[in-house]
């Protein structure tokens, strides 16, 4: 039983049956039906019966646009509409998986890819092209953590290490040693830059002309201390490659 009240008028009753009430609510996820749909808890099996008590106007949620499909995620579901028309509901974590596994089906597959890529800044975008949420997973596993290490955490179940670990434990190798000292400095630096942003900034030649790197004078200056652009480039896929030779 459900009562309106209206100004200057006693209380109006209406008689409302269940079933009439579980039709009603189904209009919600229609976006014909009163506009976008707001947020609507679609249960997986496991999942309790009943939304949680976080109120709907503090549910954090997303859009994306994804092959010319709108994808949403809300509080760490993804959904999108099949199709078919109608709309799937799915974790963030079970989309991202079945994401990159039509790509990359093992886990040697994605490492192989990932170490042969003169940059790894094109894998990440050819994965986004493709429906990866990068930056939603980012935000509901962590943002110490490489895209890297959000892929084969979440869709290879590998130990993630946070970037800070991971250029701790380059350092510990000393393998700019056999570097001069100022381009030693240089990959320092780039490494420094890795633990604050990630890989997609030190992988830009712009990287030289911005803080902490311009320090060292003009980009044609810097590369000019590894012995031209190639043997720069060379120096920074090898740093790359010993940040992610580290394992958990």
């Known amino acids: ?62 859009k994306f646009v994804v092959s010319d499909v709108p994808v949403k995620v809300v509080a760490e579901r993804v959904q999108y509409y099949g199709k078919d028309g109608k709309l799937i509901t799915e974790s963030l974590k079970d989309y991202t998986r079945n994401k990159v596994r039509k790509e990359y089906e093992s886990l040697d597959l994605f490492l192989t890819q990932w170490s042969r890529a003169e940059k790894k800044n094109l894998i990440l975008k050819e994965l986004e092209g493709q429906g990866l949420l990068l930056d939603a997973l980012a935000e509901q596993v962590g943002r110490d953590y490489d895209p890297f290490d959000l892929i084969c955490h979440v869709v290879y179940d590998k130990p993630p290490l946070s970037r800070r670990e991971r250029a701790e434990a380059v350092r510990k190798k000393n393998y700019f040693a056999k570097y001069g000292e100022k381009a030693r400095a240089v990959l320092t630096a780039l490494l420094d830059k890795y633990a604050d942003s990630g890989i997609e900034n030190i992988e830009s030649m712009d990287v030289l002309r911005v803080q902490p790197l311009n320090q060292f004078g003009t980009p044609l200056e810097i590369i000019s201390l590894f012995g031209g652009k190639e043997k720069y480039l060379a120096a920074l896929r090898g740093l790359e490659t010993q940040i992610y030779m580290a394992e958990a």
């Not at 976008?36 to 976080?54: M, S």
């Open 1 to 62: 039983m459900l009562f309106l009240l209206t100004e200057g008028v006693g209380p109006l009753f209406f008689g409302i049956s269940f079933m009439d009430l579980q039709k009603a609510t189904e209009l919600f996820a229609d976006p014909l039906f009163g506009g976008d749909p707001g947020v609507v808890y679609k249960p997986d099996p496991h999942d309790p019966p009943v939304p949680p008590d976080e109120p709907y106007d503090s549910v954090k949620r997303s």
